[in-house]
T-cell receptor, first 113, second 112 residues
C-alpha cells in the first residue's frame, strides 16, 4: 500500500542551527511533492512545491530536495528561529491520481533559544 | 485576492445528530475543492474532492457526504454523526490540479 512517512518524534534544535526534516514514501510514483507548515489549531500553509524532474528548490531560508531514486525528500530550514516552531507536513500527488494530495503525519519542530 | 471561508470554527454535536459544514471561496473561479479531516495526533485524511459543480469524488467510505451546489461552495454533511466523526475538518482549494492548496481555518468538531 502507499505510504508517506515522516518522523513522528519532535525535532528539537537550537536557534541559528539548520533543521532538516525527512519525508520517505513507498509505492508512489509522485508527480509533485509539497511541504506545508501547520500551527496548532490552524490549517496548513503552503511552503514549497517540487516536481519529480527537479532535484532542489529554494525559497529564502527554506530548501527542499527530492530524490526519486531514494524515494525521499529533505526539508531544510537554515538559521532557524523560534518562530519556525511548528509541525511540517509533506504531501504527494501521484501521476494518474492527479487531483489527490496525500499528506504525511508531519514532524513537529521546536526551535529553542 | 482569493480567500476561503469555513464555518463554524467549533462545533459540539450529540451522537446521531445531523451535520452541515460550509466552505466558500472568493476571488477565483472553477477551483478544485477538498475536504480533509485531521484526528487528534493524526495526519490529514482526504475525504472528498471536487473538480467542478456536481462532481464529487469520495476517498473514504463513511457516513459523510459532500456536495458542490455552486462553483465556489463546498458542503460537508452527515445525517447521523458518530463518535468517530470527531476531528478537525479542513476545507481547501487549488486553482489547478497538482498546484498548492489553500486551506481554511478549520472546524473543530466534537461528537459527544
Amino acid at each position: 500500500s502507499q505510504k508517506i512517512e515522516q518522523n513522528s518524534e519532535a525535532l528539537n534544535i537550537q536557534e541559528g542551527k539548520t533543521a532538516t526534516l525527512t519525508c520517505n514514501y513507498t509505492n508512489y510514483s509522485p508527480a509533485y511533492l509539497q511541504w506545508y507548515r501547520q500551527d496548532p489549531g490552524r490549517g496548513p500553509v503552503f511552503l514549497l512545491l517540487i516536481r519529480e524532474n527537479e532535484k532542489e528548490k529554494r525559497k529564502e531560508r527554506l530548501k527542499v530536495t527530492f530524490d526519486t531514486t531514494l524515494k525521499q525528500s529533505l526539508f531544510h530550514i537554515t538559521a532557524s528561529q523560534p518562530a519556525d516552531s511548528a509541525t511540517y507536513l509533506c504531501a504527494l500527488s501521484s501521476t494518474g491520481t492527479a487531483s489527490k494530495l496525500t499528506f504525511g503525519t508531519g514532524t513537529r519542530l521546536q526551535v529553542t533559544l | 485576492s482569493q480567500t476561503i471561508h469555513q464555518w463554524p470554527a467549533t462545533l459540539v454535536q450529540p451522537v446521531g445528530s445531523p451535520l452541515s459544514l460550509e466552505c466558500t471561496v472568493e476571488g477565483t473561479s472553477n477551483p478544485n475543492l477538498y475536504w480533509y479531516r485531521q484526528a487528534a495526533g493524526r495526519g490529514l485524511q482526504l475525504l472528498f474532492y471536487s473538480v467542478g459543480i456536481g462532481q464529487i469524488s469520495s476517498e473514504v467510505p463513511q457516513n459523510l457526504s459532500a456536495s458542490r451546489p455552486q462553483d465556489r461552495q463546498f458542503i460537508l454533511s452527515s445525517k447521523k454523526l458518530l463518535l468517530s466523526d470527531s476531528g478537525f475538518y479542513l476545507c481547501a482549494w487549488s486553482q489547478q490540479t497538482n498546484e498548492k492548496l489553500f486551506f481554511g481555518s478549520g472546524t473543530q468538531l466534537s461528537v459527544l
